[in-house]
């Protein structure tokens, strides 16, 4: 019998990144680095083991994500919302305590394009009276 797969994409900002879980272990891969590696702040490994932490899945599934584009907090972000995705397809029961946690929300923030005649994209030059 083969092994099921089971994949998520997820996006924050300009980062995208797409997840393949299986069962297994519990250890998490990206970008073929080990994850306690590839994110350094505590802080981040937390949020993107919340989801497994929610779903009472942590250490029954083996992780490996392609994590592409924007900084290392929005690829975080985007991989936390990825595992979401992936657990809703292990189990469709899943879908309400991380709908409660906020878990199945993208994020749609994007940055605001500069405006002409402005330094920045609200930014105003310092106005001169003389």
């Not at 981040?44 to 490996?64: Q, T, V």
Request: charged share 35%; hydrophobic share 35%; proline share 4%.
């Amino acid at each position: 019998m083969a092994i099921k797969n089971y994949s998520g994409v997820g996006k924050r900002k300009t980062a995208v990144a797409r997840i393949w879980m299986r069962e297994g272990t519990g250890k998490i891969i990206v970008n073929d680095r080990p994850f306690e590696e590839y994110f350094p702040r505590e802080t981040l490994r937390i949020s993107i083991k919340e989801p497994l932490e929610i779903a009472g899945c942590s250490g029954k599934f083996d992780i490996y994500a392609n994590a592409r584009g924007g900084g290392i907090s929005a690829q975080a972000d985007a991989l936390r919302y990825g595992i979401a995705r992936a657990l809703i397809q292990i189990n469709e029961e899943y879908k309400a305590p991380l709908k409660k946690h906020g878990l199945l929300t993208r994020d749609a923030r994007e940055k605001e394009r500069k405006k002409y005649g402005r330094p920045g994209a609200r930014k105003r030059f310092q106005y001169s009276k003389r």
